[in-house]
């Protein structure tokens, strides 16, 4: 029979503890001594990553690695609180990719989904599964899960992307599988611009049936979202934290573009400042136009174009605009939806 005790003129029950070492020995903890996070949020910091000082890293790393070495020449964006495991969030991986004139990211495919985010540069295409997309600046790309895929520069000038992933749920899961293809790039299959033919005009073919999970559409071009925008804007005032904000979605299912991901962009407009507003997904923003400032909890970031910046879950987010700002972002709010986790409001 446990005796429990008295406790010592320091407050510890030696007894007690020795029950704590002995469930220990078993690989058991005690319930009352558990110390995670019991309220919402995570672990993730506010952070930036400015253009002006990435952009010539990015341009050092090109001088210093190929593609064949490195495979993707990624400059990968740490949360400073989440050291050594290669994430933005605690869900999110965010990555900064570029290709020089000339050169091929070779094929392969892994379970994450990925999405890109054409930052700077013309000339580029990425190919999936057989077809190749040509990439522009503000374009939004995405590569389902388990899909080959190949990058490459036929153009004259770097290109420079903000790469996206859902890595941490594969790893969650134990279910991070990747493949290389068996040569450099895939054969191209099908005609550029056939998945926008056949999903991106709210038509689809009469045979239709999802083949996966995410989106059918390959690339959503950014001179589209911005006429979307720019006619939103006219046809009312700004929501009071958000401005005038869109999300992506798969025009097969109305839902998010992936089963993880839910993906955004939105419009300030010139000396807009936005009330407070928090919810539960973590996300990763980048500047496409404009300039402004993020105040995320108590610290506050101004910004600039092709600036890429996190806030993290449940952390108070206000944002105001300088010059009219157009602001693309990704985040775990379509897992959570589909969890039942995702929650919002005021701060």
Known sequence: MLIIGRMTPSGVNPNRERFSRELAALHVKPLWERVMRLQPGTAAAP????????????????????????????????????????????????????????????????????????????????????????????????????????????????????????????????????????????????????????????????????????????????????EALERLSKNGAPHPAHGYKLRYVNPATGRHPFPTMAVHVQWLPQGYAGSGYRSTDGAVFCVLEGTGAVTIGETRFAFDAHDVFVVPSWEACRLQAGADCVLFSYSDRAAQEALGFWREGPA
């Open 47 to 226: 952070a930036i990553w400015h253009w002006k000082e990435m952009q010539p890293h990015l341009m050092r790393a090109a001088e210093l690695i190929t593609t064949q070495e490195a495979e993707r020449r990624v400059l990968m964006l740490e949360n400073p609180a989440l050291k050594g495991t290669t994430f933005a969030t605690t869900t999110l991986y965010a990555g900064l990719q570029v290709i020089l004139p000339g050169e091929i990211a070779r094929t392969h495919r892994h379970a994450p989904n990925a999405l890109r985010l054409i930052v700077e540069g013309e000339g580029a295409y990425t190919a999936v599964e057989g077809e190749r997309v040509t990439m522009r600046p503000g374009d939004f790309v995405t590569t389902p899960g388990w899909t080959w895929h190949d990058h490459g520069n036929p153009g004259s000038e770097p290109v420079v992307w903000l790469d996206g992933l859902d890595t941490a749920f594969a790893n969650l899961f134990g279910a991070h599988f990747r493949e290389d293809y068996s040569s450099e790039t895939q054969p191209v299959t099908r005609v550029e611009g056939d998945a926008g033919a056949r999903y991106g005009a709210n038509l689809l073919p009469l045979e239709y049936r999802a083949p996966g999970h995410g989106s059918p559409l390959l690339s959503y071009p950014y001179t589209r979202t911005r």
